[in-house]
């Protein structure tokens, strides 16, 4: 989960935010449940609450531990899945009570068991994500919501970590694929613009970008090339 790396035998509950990376290796025949869910905040909601949760938001920490009582959580795991499966509008309203008996139960053991959850590395997270999928459209607005949190909050942090901002680094990645792209093949600029969709609206400041990595022979032989 992220960079953490747990051992699973048996039983065992892992709890991430969105945008959180989860890998699975398994020896042997693994049978797990995936519960996706999103918290809202009831309206109407204090201002202060709201900034609260920006920087204390429970539903983005990451915890993972064996329960001591497995049984309990896997019949009410089972019986969520029974009760969505069924589709019915009463049944959806017995899921989402069923759901807060879990959550309740979770986090009674989790507690009892004296686990301390560990707030996630938005900045990290944030690397992440940009280094997949740098050839989509974004923006500082679309990578926070991704990660939901603020653009001011995710800002300060990744300029307090990486010294720049992250649209600045964003376009630095978009520039080191395009220039390995150039390197490694026949393309020209326009060429290595067009299947990366890097999002330079300048084509002039697109060729100062990924030209500035290549060297000087290749970057005068590539815009040569052009066409």
Request: one cysteine or more; proline letters at 4%; aromatic letters at 10%.
């Amino acid at each position: 989960m992220d960079n953490s790396i747990h051992r699973v035998e048996r039983f065992y509950v892992l709890h991430g935010g969105k945008g959180m990376c989860l890998s699975i290796l398994a020896e042997e025949g693994l049978e797990y449940f995936i519960i996706l869910y999103k918290a809202t905040l009831a309206l109407p909601s204090r201002k202060e609450i709201a900034q609260l949760l920006e920087k204390e938001n429970p539903f983005q920490n990451q915890y993972a531990f064996a329960p001591h009582y497995p049984l309990p959580l896997y019949d009410q795991v089972k019986l969520l899945e029974q009760e969505w499966r069924e589709a019915s509008e009463l049944g959806k309203l017995h899921v989402k009570a069923l759901f807060h008996q879990f959550v309740y139960e979770l986090l009674q053991q989790l507690y009892g068991q004296g686990i301390e959850p560990l707030k996630p590395d938005l900045v990290s997270q944030a690397v992440v994500y940009m280094r997949e999928h740098f050839s989509r459209p974004m923006t500082l607005d679309s990578i926070a919501e991704e990660l939901e949190c603020s653009t001011g909050h995710l800002s300060r942090l990744f300029k307090s970590k990486m010294h720049t901002s992250p649209i600045h680094y964003l376009g630095q990645v978009r520039a080191d694929r395009a220039a390995e792209l150039l390197m490694q093949t026949d393309a020209t600029f326009i060429h290595a613009r067009k299947s990366q969709n890097n999002g330079h609206d300048d084509y002039v400041v697109f060729i100062i970008d990924a030209g500035s990595l290549l060297g000087s022979d290749e970057y005068k032989w590539k815009l040569a090339n052009e066409g």
